[in-house]
């Protein structure tokens, strides 16, 4: 299997399986669309189920680790955005702020400011379109963020130990 690199990361029995098979896809994607004849204005496309996975990733690490509850996890409402943000507005930071509770969580702000890094970059910035900002990507950059998605994940899973690993 071309994708066995993905299996040999140290979080991939612990995340969902749907969430395995949108990282496959980005994966398939990236390994593919790189060599095709046809070049895109946008390259988007290529790390938009690897966002969407790593938004499912975030969410089961920040519940298994108490920060977030099952009425979050399970419901329609919580935001990884908002609550990774570290210019929250303070009225929300002590009920939504799931960036402050990794800061003291990792002792640090290394991890929380890599996990918003990478959410901004990776996924809210590419997938919203603003008249005076285009954020289309190349091809070469969807590799990037790609790998983006992959580290932080690496990252979290190796400093925020839950119950379930």
């Known amino acids: 299997m071309r994708d066995k690199f993905l299996e040999k990361r ?12 949108l990282l496959r896809e980005s994966y398939l994607l990236l390994t593919n669309v790189g060599g095709w004849d046809e070049k895109f204005h946008d390259y988007s496309f290529v790390v ?5 996975a790593y938004e499912g990733f975030l969410k089961t690490l920040f519940h298994d680790l108490g920060f977030i ?9 919580f935001r990884i955005g908002k609550a990774l943000n570290p210019a929250l507005e303070s009225h929300f930071r ?17 991890l929380p ?18 008249p005076d900002e285009k954020n289309t990507i190349s091809f070469e950059e969807a590799e990037v963020r790609m790998g ?5 994940m690496d990252l979290a ?9």
């Open 69 to 77: 509850t099952d009425k979050d996890f399970f419901g329609k409402r």
């Open 148 to 152: 983006k998605i992959l580290d932080a």
């Open 10 to 21: 140290n979080w991939w029995n612990y995340i969902h399986h749907d969430l395995r098979e």
């Open 113 to 130: 400011d890599t996990l918003w890094d990478t959410w901004k970059i990776s996924r809210n910035l590419l997938f919203h379109w603003f």
């Open 94 to 110: 002590q009920e939504e702020s799931v960036y402050d509770k990794l800061v003291d969580f990792s002792k640090g702000q290394t």
């Open 157 to 165: 899973y190796k400093e925020c130990k839950t119950p379930h690993q």
């Open 48 to 52: 938009f189920p690897a966002a969407k």
